[in-house]
């Protein structure tokens, strides 16, 4: 069979993409990332985070950096989605989860790597076409919506994980309304001079926030394009 990706040959010829690159980021996640989560490490050992970034810069896949995507977006870097996904399982695999902001579609394949039902929704129709390709050529189950994502995804509500990838200044009610009882969200949250990284959990009805640390996102922003 032919391959279905032909790396740069220079990437390809120093290993930097290599399945040898993702453990020594794993092992770096385990280490100095206070990452425990086996299920996490192993789902992030397994997808090829490389495939999800511009060829040209698919030799620093395995940087703990964020990196550029287009349309002034960035990728997460893994501490960052590692954290978050560890955050989001910590109390019990959710059987399906939201995730605000497809971008690159990383995060959306480490969720559904884990077995996880994953919707979705992204607002730059580039972005999620880009996203879309990788998730089929990749053979992951995401389904994707293209649309302002602060509105959740009704249709499919309540989800048991929701995860929002681009920061604002509040978490917006309409996302809380589509989570489920027992179910966990986790988004930044803040302004210009600094952005937490929430967990909010529904229990009994009540909702109960962990502050998980500083972080950096790009803004959650109106409307589509
Ligand atoms: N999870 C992504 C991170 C992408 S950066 C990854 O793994 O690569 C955040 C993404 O959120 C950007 O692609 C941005 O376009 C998107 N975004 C910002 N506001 C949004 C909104 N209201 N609805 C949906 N997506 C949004």
Request: hydrophobic share 40%; aromatic share 6%; proline share 5%.
């Amino acid at each position: 069979m032919m391959p279905r990706y032909h790396l740069q040959p220079e990437a390809k010829g120093l290993g930097m993409t290599s399945q040898r690159a993702r453990d020594r980021m794993v092992e770096r996640l385990r280490g100095e990332g206070g990452i425990r989560d086996e299920r996490v490490l192993t789902a992030m050992r397994t997808v090829p985070r490389h495939v999800f970034i511009d060829e040209a810069l698919a030799s620093r896949a395995y940087e703990d950096t964020a990196l550029p995507i287009g349309n002034g977006q960035t990728i997460s870097q893994p501490w960052v989605v590692a954290r978050m996904t560890e955050a989001l399982i910590e109390h019990g695999l959710p059987a399906r989860v939201l995730e605000v902001g497809t971008g690159s579609g990383y995060q959306a394949s480490v969720l559904a790597t884990l077995g996880l039902e994953t919707y979705s929704v992204e607002r730059i129709e580039e972005l999620l076409r880009i996203a879309r390709r990788r998730f089929r050529h990749q053979g992951l189950n995401v389904r994707t919506r293209h649309d302002d994502g602060r509105a959740g995804w009704p249709e499919y509500a309540p989800f048991g994980g929701i995860i929002v990838t681009a920061g604002a200044a509040a978490i917006e009610p309409g996302l809380l309304a589509q989570l489920d009882e027992g179910g966990t969200l986790v988004a930044p949250v803040g302004s210009a001079t600094g952005q937490r990284l929430l967990r909010i959990r529904r229990l009994d009805g009540q909702f109960v926030q962990d502050d998980l640390g500083a972080v950096v996102f790009v803004p959650l922003l109106p409307g589509t394009l």
